[in-house]
Structures are given as structure tokens and as C-alpha cells.
């Protein structure tokens, strides 16, 4: 494994072991607010749209709406499986074998 991968793993366990164990000793037992709670709610979201968002609406480095944008058309599949409530497996599933059909057969 190249150096730079090893570094960053063992920086995010570093920073994930401070920021977990630290917290109840700053807070001392005081508890997060109702309004802070609601606010955190909302982060895990936040970040996963910040990671994908890019690839999706920009593969190629520019904005691409188009049919040759095959990220964007397996996300739409993914998206509106997530919408009908369907399970994280057939949602993943579905968008990867609609990428998988773009690849496979040119679609």
C-alpha cells in the first residue's frame, strides 16, 4: 500500500478517536441540545450529497446533463428507487445494473 493511503487511514482514526472520546469530556455530562441534535441530523445527509453530487452532475470534470452521462442516468434509476421506498440493497443493485446495461451494451 502507497505511503500517502497509509498516512491519510491512520490521520481519519486519529481524528475519529479525538473527536469521539473528547466530546463527553468538554460537554462533562451537560448533553446536546434539542436544537444542536436537529441540526446534526441533517450532517450525514449533507455529506453524502457533497461526495456524490460531483460525480453524478460532473463526470468529466464540466457539467454534463445529457443521455451520454451514464452516472447520472444509474443515479436516477438509485434516486427514484431510494424514493419508493425500497430497500438499500435493490436501490444499490438497480443503479449498478443500470450501469452495468450502459457499460455492458452501449445503452
Same mark, same amino acid.
Request: charge should be positive.
Given at each position: 500500500?502507497?505511503?500517502?493511503? *497509509?498516512?491519510?487511514? =491512520?490521520?481519519?482514526? =486519529?481524528?475519529?478517536f479525538?473527536?469521539?472520546?473528547?466530546?463527553?469530556?468538554?460537554?462533562? @455530562? %451537560?448533553?446536546?441540545?434539542?436544537?444542536?441534535?436537529?441540526?446534526?441530523?441533517? *450532517?450525514?445527509?449533507?455529506?453524502? !450529497?457533497?461526495?456524490? %453530487?460531483?460525480?453524478?452532475?460532473?463526470?468529466?470534470?464540466?457539467?454534463?446533463?445529457?443521455? @451520454?452521462?451514464?452516472?447520472?442516468? %444509474?443515479? !436516477?434509476?438509485?434516486a427514484?428507487?431510494?424514493?419508493?421506498?425500497q $430497500? $438499500?440493497? *435493490?436501490?444499490?443493485?438497480g443503479?449498478?445494473?443500470?450501469?452495468?446495461?450502459?457499460?455492458?451494451f @452501449?445503452?
Amino acid at each position: 500500500m502507497r505511503t500517502e493511503v *497509509v498516512i491519510t487511514i =491512520v490521520a481519519m482514526a =486519529v481524528a475519529t478517536f479525538f473527536t469521539r472520546f473528547t466530546s463527553p469530556a468538554i460537554l462533562g @455530562g %451537560a448533553g446536546i441540545s434539542p436544537r444542536l441534535k436537529r441540526f446534526l441530523k441533517h *450532517v450525514p445527509t449533507a455529506i453524502l !450529497t457533497a461526495l456524490i %453530487a460531483p460525480t453524478l452532475f460532473a463526470p468529466h470534470g464540466y457539467i454534463e446533463f445529457s443521455t @451520454g452521462n451514464s452516472y447520472l442516468i %444509474a443515479g !436516477t434509476i438509485a434516486a427514484l428507487l431510494a424514493y419508493f421506498r425500497q $430497500p $438499500p440493497l *435493490v436501490t444499490m443493485g438497480g443503479g449498478m445494473a443500470t450501469m452495468l446495461a450502459i457499460r455492458s451494451f @452501449g445503452i
